[in-house]
C-alpha cells in the first residue's frame, strides 16, 4: 500500500495491505492510512458492503440521522435491511467511534446473514472484563473468541474500548481468511 504511516514491519503492516489490496479499506487521505485512527460505525458498514460486492438495498429501517445524501446512507440502507445493524431508538449514529462489542455484534450478523457457520462459541471466562460485555453482544464475542477474529490483549477484552483501524483491518483480514474462505 502507498502510506506513509504504515511500516513494513509494524504489526499491523499485513492486514492493512490485505484490507487494501482487497478494496476493503482506503487511505484517509492518498498517501496515509492512520492505523491508530478510530473506526466509525460508518465505515465498518461500507467495508462489509464491499465485501459483499456493493449489492442493492431492499426496504431498509429508516434511521433519524442518516439522510439522503448522505455518503453513507446506502450502505446503512443495505445492511439495515438486511439484519446487519439495528441502531438504537431510531438513530444509527454512523459518524460515531465503533467499539469492540459493537464490531463483533456487526461482523457476527453480517456473518449470520451470509449463511456462514456462527454456531462455535468460546467461553470468555479467562477475560477479567467479561463481564463488562452488554447483553447484545456476548453471544457475538464469544463467537469472534472462539474464531480468533478478537483475541484480547492482557487478559482483556476492552469491549467498550474503540476499535482503531488496524485492529479493523485485522479482524477483516483474520474474518476472509478463516470464516469466509472456509465456506
Not at 478494496?23 to 473506526?39: H, K, R, V, W
Not at 462459541?121 to 456476548?138: N, T
Amino acid at each position: 500500500p502507498p502510506f506513509k504511516d504504515v511500516p513494513t514491519d509494524e504489526w499491523y503492516a499485513e492486514a492493512v495491505s490485505y484490507a487494501w489490496g482487497h478494496n476493503l479499506m482506503q487511505g484517509m487521505t492518498e498517501d496515509s492510512f492512520q492505523p491508530d485512527g478510530i473506526t466509525t460505525r460508518a465505515q465498518l458498514v461500507t467495508i462489509l458492503h464491499r465485501l459483499d460486492g456493493k449489492p442493492e438495498a431492499a426496504k431498509a429501517i429508516s434511521f433519524s440521522d442518516v439522510k439522503d445524501g448522505d455518503w453513507y446512507k446506502p450502505q446503512i440502507d443495505w445492511a439495515s435491511a438486511n439484519g446487519i445493524v439495528n441502531g438504537s431508538e431510531g438513530k444509527f449514529n454512523p459518524n460515531g467511534t465503533l467499539t469492540r462489542q459493537d464490531f463483533a455484534a456487526i461482523l457476527y450478523r453480517y456473518a449470520k446473514y451470509k449463511g456462514y457457520d456462527t454456531s462455535k462459541l468460546a467461553s470468555l471466562d479467562e477475560f477479567s472484563d467479561a463481564d463488562q460485555i452488554s447483553k447484545y453482544a456476548v453471544e457475538p464475542m464469544q463467537w469472534a473468541c472462539a474464531m480468533e477474529l478478537i483475541t484480547g490483549s492482557d487478559g482483556k477484552l476492552d469491549p467498550n474500548g474503540f476499535a482503531i483501524r488496524a485492529q479493523t483491518a485485522t479482524i477483516l483480514m483474520r474474518f476472509c481468511e478463516t470464516v469466509q474462505n472456509a465456506e
